[in-house]
């Protein structure tokens, strides 16, 4: 009874149906989006919207506990039931982060955790989306032999991981050398067949592009607007974490710049289903060695320029031709948007500084952080905002990151909070000395 299709979000006629293999508009060469039959969400109220969200939220009942799931008529409304691919992603911790946040001057500071996923990465929300599609589409004859992506570690270890549990076979092209251990690993551990690229992830997307012409072999990057109806239930959860109230402003470290573009439309989704009056106001955070967007937000936008992206700490951002940047403009003009922008130094104190207050902070919530104490200094955010940071990954897929931090090994970066661990003798004494140095005698 709800539908949705796909159309050209550049504002041509075309639209074609879910279950097409196709990415760009044949018309014009823009992304797709999904569009939804708003006439047909807007027959329910909102309040018996909200009602029907919170009594499957974290429930048990296949496949609405999921985050993603429970607001399915608002993310894909045809996927039978049963052949949704779930990994129970979503429902994921809203953290009041009362400590950082009065360091920092905020009364009002909460980190959303979506790394707190299966994968370790805000990628699930999406992934089960397209990876359930690509089942129905299978189950309904398609000949599709396998789902491909190019990936800077994040989109590859969920991809595999949902194929995994599909039984689909996958297949993930790398730059070389430019993902963590733990994002190389998921992968392999998933059985995809993983191809390592001389090149930077660019170059791998370039590829897979091509590669993705054969219609057999489905396509997996966010320029496939399927996963960016998973990825806007974060801003969706979120409100609704704050009984359905929007905050201030939402942060959120970017790179291809599909995640920004995609909670931008659960933002205005719920303005127009009446479930919200305000919009919050949408930062997105870059890392300043692979910052195209920010170039263009301090000319107003007037035009736009790819970079060749540096190589950063936050690598799975280091993105210099981002793919989503059109919608992305256009979510951050309707949210009265901002970009801002982290160095090297800058976002890895932030993370540093958010873990002495109890976070495990990947170096992208590093950028997120950075770009938030910016904005606290040049008064754009004030004390009594409700700010929200996007934590896209788990801490703990980024060890070389933590590691190299605190043996003061990064290049370029006043490591000012690293703590070494001290080796002693195996004595009380020697270690009654250690407190007394670190806690004052
Ligand atoms: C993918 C990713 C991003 C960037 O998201 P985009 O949609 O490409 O802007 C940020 N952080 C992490 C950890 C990611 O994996
Ligand atoms: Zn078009």
């Not at 958010?354 to 770009?371: E, F, I, M, Q, S």
Request: charge should be neutral; aromatic fraction near 6%.
């Amino acid at each position: 009874m709800y539908r949705a299709e796909l159309a050209c979000s550049e504002g041509c006629d075309f639209h074609s149906p879910i279950h097409e293999v196709i990415y760009r508009c044949p018309t014009c060469g823009g992304l797709l989006e999904v569009r939804h039959d708003l006439e047909r969400l807007r027959a329910r109220s909102a309040s018996a919207w909200m009602h029907l969200f919170d009594g499957r939220y974290k429930r048990t009942m296949w496949p609405y506990g999921s985050g993603v799931w429970g607001k399915k008529e608002w993310v894909m409304p045809h996927v039978r039931d049963d052949l949704v691919v779930s990994l129970d992603e979503g429902g994921t911790n809203l953290l009041w982060a009362n400590r950082l946040g009065g360091e920092l001057g905020l009364d009002d500071l909460w980190i959303k955790l979506c790394g707190n996923s299966h994968s370790g990465s805000f990628k699930d929300l999406g992934m089960t989306v397209l990876v359930s599609v690509v089942r129905q589409m299978i189950n309904d004859g398609k000949p599709i032999r396998a789902i491909a992506c190019a990936s800077t570690g994040d989109t590859s270890a969920s991809l595999a991981a949902y194929c995994a549990t599909a039984s689909i076979p996958s297949i993930v092209l790398l730059p070389k050398g430019k993902v963590s251990t733990a994002q190389l690993v998921q992968p392999l551990a998933s059985g995809s067949l993983v191809l390592e690229l001389d090149t930077d992830f660019d170059g791998c997307m370039a590829v897979v592009q091509e590669l993705a012409k054969d219609p057999t072999i489905y396509l997996a990057n966010s320029m496939n607007s399927l996963r960016l109806e998973g990825q806007k239930t974060v801003a969706i959860e979120l409100v609704q974490q704050f009984d359905w109230e929007a905050p201030d402003f939402v942060i959120i470290p970017s790179g291809n710049l599909g995640n920004v573009s995609a909670l931008a439309s659960g933002f205005l989704l719920m303005r127009e289903l009446g479930v919200l009056s305000k919009l919050p106001r949408l930062v997105v955070a870059q890392a300043e060695r692979a910052n195209p967007l920010y170039r263009a937000f301090k000319e107003g936008f007037d035009r736009f320029a790819p970079v060749r992206a540096e190589p950063t700490l936050a690598s799975a951002i280091q993105i210099g031709n981002p793919v989503s940047v059109r919608r992305a403009i256009r979510a951050l003009q309707k949210t009265d948007g901002i970009v801002e922008q982290a160095s090297e130094d800058e976002l890895a104190h932030a993370a540093a500084w958010a873990d002495r207050t109890g976070a495990y902070a990947c170096p992208h919530t590093g950028v997120a952080l950075a770009a938030l104490i910016k904005l606290l200094r040049s008064g754009t955010i004030e004390r009594h905002h409700r700010v929200i940071v996007v934590s896209t990954a788990s801490g703990l897929k980024f060890t070389e990151f933590k590691t190299r931090y605190h043996a003061r090994e990064l290049p370029g970066v006043d490591c000012r909070l690293a703590n070494a661990p001290e080796e002693i003798a195996p004595t009380i004494d020697a270690v009654k000395r250690a407190l007394d140095r670190r806690l004052g005698a």
